[in-house]
């Protein structure tokens, strides 16, 4: 058998960036789902958020972006993936030529 091409089907999904100074909020947003703690640094900051999933723990650290998949779980990604990996959707009325890479106003 030969290889064959494949396309990535369009997927919109939830995501909320990891500051560390929005853990209750992260957490919150992920507790409906899923389980996750948090651990503060020696100074009292936030310093990662440790997602409980099926597949293990994962860990979010600060600017780290965590993502609501398709099925409800949770999980972190790198910042420069998920620029690399996603763009800001936009009702389809709004969608245009215009740039909706993250920070462009529209």
């Given at each position: 058998m030969t290889?064959?091409?494949?396309?990535?089907?369009p997927v919109v999904i939830e995501a909320m960036q990891f500051?560390?100074?929005?853990?209750?909020e992260v957490a919150?947003?992920?507790s409906g789902n899923g389980e996750v703690t948090i651990?503060?640094?020696e100074n009292g900051s936030w310093e990662k958020l440790t997602?409980?999933?099926?597949?293990?723990?994962m860990v979010a650290t600060r600017e780290d972006?965590?993502?609501?998949?398709?099925?409800?779980?949770?999980?972190?990604c790198k910042p420069d993936i998920f620029l690399d990996t996603y763009e800001r959707a936009a009702p389809e009325a709004e969608i245009g030529t215009?740039?909706?890479r993250f920070g462009s106003e529209s």
């Open positions: 290889a064959q091409t494949f396309r990535k089907k500051t560390g100074y929005n853990a209750g919150e947003w992920i651990e503060s640094d997602i409980h999933t099926l597949e293990g723990d972006w965590v993502i609501k998949g398709i099925k409800g779980e949770f999980y972190p215009e740039d909706l």
